[in-house]
């Protein structure tokens, strides 16, 4: 199984981007050097709030356990998330995290790029990529049969990503039902005109 690693620092400095400032650029409590932030008026990125719509609100068989979402900037780099976690006691997990970043054109290539690679693989392989065209999604999958860790990461609209993780259960069909049920191509239509005011 191809790992997929290199998307990871991308990622990842798009989550760190989206905790170190929130609430649409307003200052971060203790953080003196953020002051500037607060004269910034325009915000690239959907505000979390509109991305959480799009969330699952239940899955069958789990308990709604975690939620957190933020709007911020983190230098030149604008992030909004949100993510919603569902648990079945310890045995079983499913995380869905919806990221705008203005680092998307090179997450979306990235993630592209992987599915692209995948392409040649039988439908029933279980990391087969994902090319929805009817909910406007491209995307890779991942599966750890030794930690039972599943993941789908999709480029929804050309814009948004949605992570969608698994734990505990067979193989990649939870991230992919989950998946296929939000509603990705209502995701897809949300834009925020770049340069739109920040959501107080």
């Keep these: 199984m191809r790992d997929y690693s290199f998307l990871r620092p991308l990622i990842l400095l798009a989550l ?3 905790t170190a400032c929130t609430d649409g650029g307003k200052k971060t409590p203790g953080d003196a050097d953020s002051t500037s932030a607060n004269t910034l008026a325009t915000f690239p990125c959907a505000h979390f709030e509109d991305l959480q719509a ?46 705008d970043t203005s680092l998307g054109k090179k997450l979306g290539q990235a993630i592209r790029a992987a599915a692209e690679e995948g392409r040649s693989r039988a439908t029933n392989d279980p990391t087969a990529p994902i090319f929805w065209k009817d909910k406007e999604a491209v995307g890779f999958v991942r599966y750890d049969a030794s930690t039972g860790q599943a993941e789908a990461s999709l480029l929804v609209g050309n814009r948004y990503v949605v992570a969608v993780s ?35």
């Excluded at 983190?74 to 995380?95: L, Q, W």
């Excluded at 505990?168 to 770049?194: K, M, N, S, W």
């Design 16 to 18: 760190v981007a989206g």
């Design 54 to 99: 799009f969330l699952p609100e239940k899955l069958e068989g789990l308990e709604r356990s975690q939620e957190a979402g933020s709007t911020g900037r983190y230098g030149d780099v604008s992030v909004s998330e949100a993510e919603r976690s569902f648990t079945h006691g310890e045995d079983r997990e499913v995380k869905v995290r919806i990221v």
């Design 166 to 200: 698994s734990r505990g259960f067979p193989g990649t069909v939870e991230v992919r039902r989950v998946a296929r049920d939000i509603d990705l191509e209502g995701l897809a239509q949300l834009h925020q005109a770049p340069g739109g005011t920040d959501r107080q």
